[in-house]
């Protein structure tokens, strides 16, 4: 019943936000046109806003709709967004320097901006294990301040 629970919460503002109409912001990637196919949301703690993956890039949208606003300069391939449990970071795979590693950022979802992207992993292999990654930055960003 948790689960079934847990999964109403997250879908609810997604539903809500593809029903008001989310449309890319991106000129690049045809300003004013209606995002459909999104894949990988991922919903903040207070539901006001989400991040999700199209095209190859992330994005970030308010969840009463509007204008979605890619992350990165768009030079990369940016996949699999998870949002840090206070909403403040998003946690996403991306080849930008070269294999694929795990970086996050942090975000202002008011002005719908990230800023100090780092990257996280420094492994040879390109894609490690997401999961074991997403579980280690959960975890860390509910010990952090």
Known sequence: MQ????RAIFIFPLAAALAAGVFAAEPDAGAG???QLAVNPS????GTFF?????????LAQT???PAVPLGDGMSVDTRPILSPDGKRV??????????QLFEAELDAKRLVATGTRQITFHTESFFTMRLHARRFRDACACLP
């Open 51 to 59: 991040v999700f993956e199209w095209k190859d890039r992330v994005w």
């Open 3 to 6: 689960k079934i629970l847990k």
């Open 91 to 100: 946690a996403f795979m991306s080849d930008r320097w070269g294999k694929e």
């Open 64 to 66: 009463e709709g509007g």
């Open 43 to 46: 919903v903040s703690p207070d």
């Open 33 to 35: 046109s209606r995002i």
